[in-house]
């Protein structure tokens, strides 16, 4: 049987590109989540559900199944390949040990390509929020095809509610400082990089200081 810290990363030992002993007394741990849990992989999956659920129906509603399996495919390409390319492979995280990330956004994904640290490139970007565009205006789409109004303003409530409590409670705090959606302070940014000099490098801040 699997330990929790066999799930995720072991809250008691530094991340990999942390250079401090131990985690005990540790500034950044206040301000970032280094250690990614079970509670925010649940809180996760619970807000994108809802969302996947009426963008489903607004789909099948006026599309049929053949448009629905079309964008289900898309869905886990993008999150499970393309976002892993162009954003994850960005993240700290993704230079722990092991084949797979274990995040609460892409848990389980697999690590196909090196550890890039340091900020997307403006391709990157443009990909990352193209794929965003496709997975998210499918639906809106076909919801405003078959006149699913109801199911329309449903889909914008999640959606919102989605977006909302993510950037405010995960993306505020996540080490990923090159997803367009972070939301930790340059301040935070620092005391991070304090600690993880190899992802400050890549991030030129030495030039900044």
């Known amino acids: ?52 659920l009426v963008g489903a129906a607004g789909i099948w509603r006026s599309g049929g199944w053949p448009w629905f399996l079309g964008w289900l495919a898309f869905f886990l390409l993008y999150f ?3 976002e892993i390319r162009v954003m994850c492979s960005h993240c700290p995280h993704y230079a722990e040990p092991g084949k797979s990330l274990k995040c609460w956004a892409n848990y389980g994904s697999p690590k196909l390509w090196r550890y890039r640290p340091g900020p997307m490139s403006a391709m990157e970007n443009t990909l990352f929020f193209a794929g965003f ?8 789409v076909f919801l405003i095809l078959g006149s699913a109004w109801f199911l329309l303003s449903l889909y914008f409530a999640t959606l919102a509610a989605f977006w909302s409590t993510m950037t405010i ?22 005391i991070f ?4 000099p190899s992802v400050s490098q890549a991030w030129g801040w030495e030039k900044k200081e």
């Open 1 to 52: 049987m699997k330990t929790p810290s066999q799930f995720f990363l072991d809250p008691a030992q530094p991340i990999a590109t942390c250079t401090a002993r131990t985690c005990q007394g540790c500034p950044a741990a206040n301000v970032v989540h280094c250690h990614f849990h079970a509670a925010q992989l649940v809180q996760f999956i619970l807000m994108v559900i809802p969302v996947f």
């Open 193 to 196: 990089f304090s600690r993880n």
């Open 80 to 82: 499970g390949g393309l």
């Open 133 to 140: 565009a496709v997975l998210f205006g499918i639906p809106l």
């Open 169 to 190: 409670f995960l993306c505020s705090r996540c080490m990923n400082f090159a997803c367009p959606l972070n939301r930790v302070s340059e301040t935070d940014r620092q």
